[in-house]
């Protein structure tokens, strides 16, 4: 029968961190020709007998080796067949084997279901996997606090978040191995000892115990807040132990109350205020205040003068004030600003008369988008000089009056040589027809060059008026011919037979309302006079 580890057991934290992928120590599949399973868990990235990193790419095809697939074979790849005992042999540092040998002697604990991290006893009702993480959260910080270590500093050495730290110090973060093993290898501490930890009860009392304990409870009867104990539906807006009064808010009806207290709560003293002469509480260097007064007087701003003496910014303007020197300072500093902002106005404009300039030169159309996209910014970036934008402006209405002038100079000789090539065809002419070489839309037309379109449209109707007179005179002649020949032959005249020994299209002759009068006189009289 096996075994299966308890819910609360170190096994449950190792959940999710087998490698869905092959690692493998090329010396021991030459030695030993198998897969070992301690090879598989993410923590694992070193092979301590030979110190040598796992590897997990295939030295042929460079894909990841597969844990399964259906042309599996033994220490071969996956994907291409090649020889898995033939991979690079890579030595680890000396520091990363050492890191490894700390956390691959703890793997033996983890592993083993018979050993457990918290005590398995969850409050009644709550799951054991919240508890697990609550538990583990609440060693990590008291290991931490008894460091003497804050948040952002273990955040610092693990190179993550504070909100991270605090996350899974709280629990609610998942249960993450290579997460775990960091702030264990940040505070040394071994996963034996952390499972031996028992955290003192005095530790978590004054965890869950909000302050104010005894005043929390909701002055309003009706409230849920009001009955004890009271909850942490009651938050502390304000402390005053110099008054001796705190300010309560309730979360669950609004309101707001004050209690009065007695005891002797003490908080952080405040600070005097510092007045110009009084010594500072830090005390610095003659060559360190040297070069602050130097710094300062020079238009530094408090922030640059901080990071290069690597003081704090409230170091910096204590110093100030300490010095008598705040005002001299901050004019120093308006200064310094306005000579800055003098030199990136006078920048910008340079750089935008040279942008302005090749948009002149190449003969293209100057708006406000095209010169801040050459900036590399937006339009609304010129908008915070109004002087240059401004500029932009007035040579943009004087510029782009001339290029869309001789654009339409252009395009106006264009149009009419393509007109003068479509009468010489002598066929149907239509808008079309004429634009489509130009490289220009009929919407492109009517929108940009609405006269030209206007002008080159009535072109193309009195055109195509022209061609239907003559076609329908040419028409008549026919009709009119055909006409005479066939009462000389005798044959009696119809429609349809005068249409066709016309030559003329049946449907044409019968829609046109002039043929079709010209085909009602010479049916209606059959003997016309000459």
């Known amino acids: 029968m096996v075994r299966r580890p308890g819910p609360l057991s170190p096994s449950v934290v190792l959940r999710g961190i087998v490698t869905p992928t092959l690692r493998l120590c090329p010396r021991c599949v030459q030695a030993r020709p198998y897969v070992r399973l301690r090879w598989r868990l993410t923590p694992v990235t070193v092979c301590l007998e030979h110190g040598c990193e796992l590897q997990a790419h295939c030295w042929r095809c460079d894909q990841p080796l597969p844990a399964i697939g259906p042309s599996q074979r033994l220490l071969r790849c996956g994907r291409c067949a090649a020889d898995l005992r033939l991979l690079p042999v890579v030595a680890a540092a000396a520091e990363v084997l050492r890191r490894q040998q700390r956390q691959q002697a703890d793997l033996p604990f983890l592993l083993d279901p018979t050993t457990s991290l918290v005590p398995p006893l969850p409050p009644e009702g709550e799951t054991s996997a919240p508890h697990l993480s609550r538990a583990i959260g609440l060693k990590f910080r008291y290991l931490r606090l008894q460091a003497g270590l804050s948040v952002t500093q273990v955040a610092q050495r693990m190179a993550s978040t504070a909100a991270a730290i605090v996350a899974l110090e709280n629990g609610r973060s998942p249960a993450t191995m290579p997460l775990y093993l960091t702030y264990l290898e940040t505070l040394s501490v071994s996963w034996p000892a952390f499972a031996s930890l028992e955290v003192p009860a005095e530790f978590v009392r004054r965890l869950q115990e909000p302050p104010h304990l005894g005043l929390r409870l909701c002055p309003t009867p009706a409230c849920p807040n009001s009955e004890p104990p009271p909850g942490l539906g009651v938050w502390v807006l304000a402390d005053l132990p110099a008054q001796r009064i705190v300010r309560f808010r309730c979360q669950a009806c609004g309101r707001k109350f004050t209690r009065r207290y007695d005891g002797t709560l003490t908080t952080k003293a405040r600070r005097p205020p510092l007045r110009p002469g009084d010594p500072p509480t830090v005390v610095k260097s003659a060559e360190e205040i ?44 308006a200064r310094r600003r306005a000579q800055v902002m003098q030199q990136r106005r006078e920048g910008l404009r340079t750089r935008v008369v040279a942008i302005v300039a090749a948009l002149c030169a190449a003969g293209e159309l100057i708006t406000v988008t095209r010169v801040g996209r050459a900036l590399g910014h937006n339009d609304d970036y010129l908008r915070t000089d109004p002087d240059v934008f401004a500029y932009v402006q007035a040579v943009a209405q004087r510029h782009n009056a001339q290029v869309q002038q001789q654009r339409y100079g252009t395009v106006e000789a264009q149009l009419a040589d393509a007109l003068t090539e479509a009468k010489r065809r002598l066929g149907r002419i239509s808008l079309h027809q004429i634009i489509r070489p130009l490289g220009l839309t009929y919407s492109r037309l009517k929108a940009a060059y609405p006269d030209l379109h206007q002008r080159l449209r009535q072109e193309v109707e009195r055109e195509r008026a022209a061609r239907q007179a003559t076609r ?21 005249l119809t429609y349809t037979g005068l249409l066709k020994a016309a030559g003329v299209d049946r449907y044409y002759g019968f829609h046109d309302a002039l043929i079709y009068e010209r085909l009602e006189q010479w049916i209606g009289d059959p003997e016309p006079v000459g």
């Open 290 to 333: 040297g070069r602050l007064r130097a710094m300062g007087l020079h238009g530094l701003t408090n922030r640059q003068i901080a990071r290069q003496l690597g003081w704090g910014e409230k170091t910096v303007r204590m110093y100030w004030i300490a010095l008598n020197l705040e005002e001299q300072v901050h004019a120093a500093q």
């Open 472 to 492: 329908r005179e040419r028409h008549a002649a026919q009709i009119d011919a055909a006409a005479i020949q066939l009462i000389a032959e005798g044959v009696r």
